[in-house]
Every structure is written in C-alpha cells, then in structure tokens.
C-alpha cells in the first residue's frame, strides 16, 4: 500500500488548508486511515482517523472543530480539512493506513489516532502557520 500526501503550504494564523492522501488501492472496508502530524523536536501526534466500514472519525481535543477528516473512495483519496490554524498546527503531516482484518467486528475495526497501530506510511507534507 503506497500513500502520497500532499496540499502543505505556508499559511497565515486562521487560515485554512486542505490536505490531500493518495492511496494506491481501495481502503474503504479494509484500511482504517489516519493523519499525523510531526514538530520539530516533538513525538508524532495523531490528528485524525477515519474508519474503514463506517466513516466513523475520530479527534484529539487539540483539533477538534477545526480539522475534519474525510474519504472519495471514487478517488481513493482521504482529506483533512484544516480552518483555524494556528502557529502551534507547524508540522510534517502525514497520512497512515491501518489494516482492518475482516473477521473482526465494526466496533472492534473502529480507527485510532495511535501511530503504534498504523503498517504504511505517507513521506509527509509540510504545513507552516506563521504571520
């Protein structure tokens, strides 16, 4: 599974920035998808995810109301839409799948913002929130 991010850009505080995730095959059913962020000098932290079955998302408190994570599986592309940034949002982002094996439940296969739970990776985009 190969993922590409793309869309990162310098932005103004209370801007706003769409990120896009290619993926290189369909996910919808079989990969839960996720969106990471990196700071220098900062552990990776989660943002974002998506559920494979049922789109279900899921949020951190430091972006809640302002990201929104969702999927074109005509396109097999998952988004995050970013308003309100701010200079604190200064990252790598990157986008991640989490394989979904199909024996489990749809409360059991619901996504995670841990990156421990994430097999395959996007090389990032950057986002910088400065004036």
């Known amino acids: 599974l190969q993922l590409e991010e793309s869309g990162g850009a310098l932005v103004q505080p209370g801007g706003s920035l769409r990120l896009s995730c290619a993926i290189s095959?369909?996910?919808?059913?079989?990969?839960?998808i996720g969106w990471f962020r990196q700071a220098p000098g900062k552990e990776r932290e989660g943002t974002s995810c998506i559920s494979s079955r049922d789109d279900r998302t899921h949020y951190p408190d430091s972006v809640k109301g302002r990201f929104t994570i969702s999927r074109d599986n005509t396109k097999n592309i998952v988004y995050l839409q970013m308003n309100g940034l701010k200079p604190e949002d200064t990252a790598v982002y990157y986008c991640?799948?989490?394989?979904?094996?199909?024996?489990?439940?749809?409360?059991?296969?619901?996504?995670?913002?841990?990156?421990?739970?994430?097999?395959?990776w996007g090389q990032g985009t950057r986002v910088t929130v400065s004036s």
């Open positions: 095959t369909f996910t919808r059913d079989h990969y839960n």
């Open positions: 991640a799948a989490e394989f979904v094996p199909p024996q489990i439940s749809t409360d059991q296969a619901m996504c995670t913002i841990w990156a421990g739970r994430y097999d395959d």
